[in-house]
């Protein structure tokens, strides 16, 4: 754990609630660090699809910051994660992005492990040596409803309750049965607080994204709130509920426990964030038809969705250093459909690849104004309620 | 402001008057940090000329560390400066380097802000937020004979008092007459205070400068000397006083409020700064001829112009980080001259381009041998009498 | 020296004897500093060979971290060091990295240096300056048969004695009479202790390194044992000594004043470390034949050398930054040796070029892996005994 607390004390101490983060969260290398080791090491991250690992043996690698995570397929059909860290001097284990393996076999000096993260052998270590106490550090994992959720604490954040509740509103989806259509990587010279912090509130879509807010009523609350009873009825029409779970901030069960799930109206003709309201791939999950409507699910704070009838988004914003972190979108479409038969990438991709675009340089610009040592943070925006709630919950995580 | 200032305390008491500054002034992060806060954020900066800005509306930005000023002329036709950060979240506000703008509209959440600098409203901010709290933070500006002044601070250095003694000096140049001729950036992987000191003394100039110091004198003080006499005669023919005034250093007002003015000889045959000696450009202001001299000018520490007779040359050595900086180097003509009748950019450029290469090449050997444990200060020439009057303002202002 | 020692106090602290060395070692830009300044500025460093610098007045740069070093021999044919740094303001005095100077000059104010080091003038100094009292600070110099060491430090390792014993080991190979044949560069992204643990053992050679297990028994010490005896007697015929010296780690008379010699067998049909086992150049030294053997020699904890029958390969793992470190590898020859007629290059640089490639690989994924905070040192084996003996000395000379 970091040891020189002082300054982490002093930055925490002078934010003003309501208010934006001062300067030294988004500029501070020991920040950085902390953000690592605190929130993000002891956070959900939802790393991938079960579909990606079919078979045992198959897994990918997640990386962010300095860490790695292999996600694996065991020998008994179960997903399980281990640290990407050998026990004995440090290596990475495992050095391809993904594949499938037998066994993990250091690079290094060869030390051996099972797909459940056991070594196998020490070679050569001498007969005092117990391989048991030398196996890969485990990461909890979580699949929910096909979505692979991984954390590196001793003690994750309690998110199941939040899950159980969650599960009977994303049923319908058929989660489990996706595919990623395609993902993309847009990296920004920024830290990944105003990459997230940006997703986190649509206060800036009506300014900042023309195409988005063209179809999403999210970014004007007066316009969406006389469509959310029509949509409800066509909600339940096509077999969704239509109750919203808001468990995020101070609602949330426990510090990083957030789960959020709510169905919002589009503008009318548009059926899904499609450039002319038509639909882009064959119906989600139990669907019995378009509503006209999307859902932002968040499963952690770091974890957000967006789901259209046809398709599911998902975004992370991943730190690769104090001010260069990743915007990783990817699409996902039912597992069953064929391109070009059933839907075109560059038609699904669309509008959250142009978003994205925006987002990009909009978060550029805002850590280029914060690096100033004249960056007063000002007040927030009642549409920026979900950033209160972010903050609550991070400012508690790295003040341990 | 900076609160670990055990190691700035102890560097600074490490420093020896009469020698160089010990290497953590190069090296060390938390110096350029402080450095920019309390050093750059309170000084008088030179950022352009008023003919970059002829029109209300007419904007450039000027840039230096983590900072950005919009330098604006407003519907009054003032001459204006404010911190290119937003009230709200800190996004850059104006994100092209120059153009005209009715009003300033944050490209985030279209927080606009009147040319002034006002806050003209936040949208959807609620009834109980003050628009009048949250304009753009203002700079101080200075127009001095049209060379544009701007500094950060509350309180900036009191170097209106020096201006009033320079400007009877300068008048004859007619500099509010001026254009910017060109523009030249050399970079250096250098601090910018070794930038500095390399311009703040000519102990060099004879071995690195092999152009300069065949037409300049002040690269041999005995060679000076004699012509000092016979160039005061010749000032005085074409309408320029010679008296110097020199208010640095310790025979400055206060902090930073630095001026300085001296003409002085050319060798024989050079009537301006040019490669054979001949004319570069129409003669300036009111003068009546060629004196062959050169008036070295400073506006505060930061900002510095060599003015020939028929052109000026002004210098800035902008940081970009520790180790990172420009040699901004700006050649300026009459207004009414024009290329290629009246002059010739190469060859008005051609001396202080190749001056400025080879400074780019000393200025980084001094850096690369500054970065050693081994390096020990050294006594300062006697010629290097201007680095003195610079330590001792810098020493001052960082200390706080 | 550094001040904030708690960090570097607490790390050692947390090492635990026989174990890796902790994430903060290799991730700590305190403790980067600190290795340079009390590790390798206190540490004997093989710069290069005379044949290098064979007439008065050639010379050569030596540069680590941010130090330089000239390498001269002077006009009385003594091979002497300096520190790259100019008394003065401390510019680099030298800048091209070899060649033949009369005097050092700086390129900056032009003092001006002789071979020696004495400052032969201050041009305008003024009268009270003392020249004597700014020479070059010197840099200790031993030319061990040939190879030329270097010491920053006031009082270097007394690492004479063990020279002393090492020198009738070496006396066969004739090493005065060596040229390099050729240099190599590897730059790999990762600190420089571990290129060097990865160099100090060789539990790692079996599984990493396919072409250098083939012939050398070094991967296997049961297969050594066998093969031990037989050489003795071949070593004997061919004039070398079959003694080991171990004067390293614990055995070391003083920090960081270890030296080693052990040779050691090549598998059968391998008469050096080449492809197929047969010559790559004439005998070394007085050496009458092949033996099959290679010898490690080890000067200073820093400067490795293995020594086959025809010629020998250096090693150097030098620092340039935190995590960016050059693994410089040259290959020596005896100096009458011809190319193509005695040896050709491809052939002779093969092992080593394609051993250093699969190093480079797994030194960097050893640098991956470290970062993550969840990196826990493990137990070394017994084969690793020589990386024991690097943090023994390391620990207790950074420690101050």
């Known amino acids: 754990m970091l040891q020189h607390t002082d300054e982490i004390a002093r930055l925490i101490q002078s934010h003003e609630e309501g208010f934006a983060l001062p300067r030294g969260f988004y500029t501070s290398a020991e920040i950085y660090d902390r953000d690592i080791e605190t929130y993000w090491n002891r956070s959900w991250l ?31 059909g179960e997903v399980r994660a ?25 690079p290094y000096h060869a030390w051996t492990f099972e797909l459940s993260g056991k070594l196998r052998s020490g070679r050569a270590m001498g007969k005092d040596f117990d391989p048991g106490q030398y196996g890969l550090f485990p990461a909890h994992v979580i699949v929910f409803q096909g979505l692979i959720l991984v954390c590196t604490a001793d003690t994750p954040p309690p998110i199941q309750d939040g899950l159980r509740k969650l599960a009977p509103l994303c049923e319908p989806f058929g989660l489990e049965n996706l595919k990623i259509a395609h993902k993309q990587v847009y990296p920004v010279p920024a830290n990944w607080k ?18 988005y807010a063209k179809s999403h009523t999210l970014k004007a609350p007066q316009d969406m709130e006389k469509l959310v009873e029509p949509l409800q009825r066509r909600s339940e029409g096509i077999g969704l509920p239509t109750v919203t779970l808001d468990q995020t901030g101070p609602n949330a069960p426990d510090l990083a426990a957030d789960v959020y799930y709510r169905r919002y109206p589009l503008y009318e003709g548009y059926q899904t964030g499609s450039r002319d309201g038509t639909p882009l791939a064959p119906l989600l999950g139990s669907l019995s038809g378009f509503d006209g409507g999307a859902t932002d699910v968040q499963l952690g704070p770091l974890n957000n969705f ?64 914060v690096n100033s040592y004249h960056f007063r943070p000002g007040p927030l925006a009642d549409m920026e309620w979900g950033i209160n709630g972010f903050y609550e919950t991070y400012l508690k995580m790295i003040r341990v």
Request: charged share 25%.
């Open 46 to 76: 939802w790393v991938g699809h079960v579909s990606q690992i079919p078979e045992p043996g198959d897994y990918f690698l997640f990386d962010y910051g300095p860490e790695s995570i292999i996600v694996v397929r065991d020998r008994d």
């Open 82 to 106: 281990h640290l990407n860290v050998c026990r004995h001097r440090g290596s990475r284990v495992c050095v391809e992005p993904e594949g499938n393996a037998r066994l993990f076999v250091c």
């Open 194 to 211: 105003l990459a997230l912090e940006n997703y986190l509130e649509c206060y800036h879509c009506a300014p900042s994204h023309q195409e």
């Open 306 to 369: 967006l789901i259209y009838s046809d398709h599911a988004v998902g975004y992370r914003f991943v730190p690769r250093g104090l001010q260069e972190t990743d915007i990783e979108v990817l699409w996902l479409v039912r597992a069953d459909a064929e391109e070009p038969k059933d839907y075109s990438t560059p038609d699904l991709t669309w509008l959250w690849h142009v978003t994205s675009l925006d987002d990009e340089r909009i978060i550029r610009h805002n850590q280029e104004g």
